[in-house]
């Protein structure tokens, strides 16, 4: 009986592991398409207030998402290693 108790105990554990992992993957996604959002708001008021200053924001807008994506495909990563153990 504690034999069965034991292995219950490991497999719950284990479910628990895979729901963080992918709540953490869930919120690193959702974290990163609102900072986008929110980075291409800004970049379009921005160009909408100066117009000619438009290619720098926008270059400056391209580099600031592409960091948020790479943060954001760590936490991925890291929560697929986590599944993947």
């Given at each position: 009986m504690t034999t069965?108790?034991?292995a219950l105990q490991a497999v719950a554990n284990l479910a628990w592991?895979?729901?963080g992992a992918a709540v953490g993957a869930g919120l690193a996604t959702i974290g990163a398409g609102i900072?986008?959002?929110?980075?291409?708001q800004g970049?379009?008021?921005g160009m909408a207030r100066q117009p000619e200053a438009g290619g720098d924001i926008r270059s400056t807008m391209i580099i600031?998402?592409?960091?948020?994506?790479g943060v954001?495909?760590?936490a991925v990563v890291?929560?697929?290693l986590v599944?993947?153990?």
């Open positions: 069965l108790l034991i592991g895979y729901l900072g986008i959002g929110k980075i291409g970049a379009m008021e600031a998402a592409a960091l948020v994506e954001a495909f760590f890291c929560c697929l599944v993947l153990k």
